[in-house]
């Protein structure tokens, strides 16, 4: 089992930035891949960004690229997504997730989520 826990999130002006950080706990000896999905309010959760377990490959939401950037440490279990340029269509849950590995249709672990709203 895997236990995920995000912080960062918040209220933004639109053009902002936010970092959003996810720190794993319990069996993370393996190489988990880790993510980031978003659900906006009516509509279904959607697939943001993913990483490999060694942070050497990624797979951005053709909507978030150059906005988004991934990253982590594995050494801290800790995973953060750098949000430049925020727009009001990024107002979402953020949820963080691992798995072996992570699709963009599916997870096997989940954070509890972050709020992100984007408004002036």
């Known amino acids: 089992q895997v236990q995920l826990v995000e912080s960062g999130g918040g209220l933004v002006q639109p053009g902002g930035s936010l970092r959003l950080s996810c720190t794993a706990s319990?069996?993370?000896?393996?190489?988990?891949?880790m993510g980031w999905f978003r659900q906006a309010p009516g509509k279904e959760r959607e697939f943001v960004v993913a990483?490999?377990?060694?942070?050497?490959?990624?797979d951005y939401a053709d909507s978030v690229k150059g906005r988004f950037t991934i990253s982590r440490d594995n050494s801290n279990n800790t995973m953060w997504l750098q949000i430049d340029s925020l727009q009001p269509e990024d107002t979402a849950i953020y949820y963080c997730a691992a798995g072996l590995p992570i699709t963009r249709s599916r997870a096997d672990y989940w954070g509890q989520g972050t709020q992100v709203t984007v408004s002036a």
């Open positions: 319990g069996h993370t000896s393996s190489p988990y891949y």
């Open positions: 990483i490999n377990g060694r942070g050497a490959t990624t």
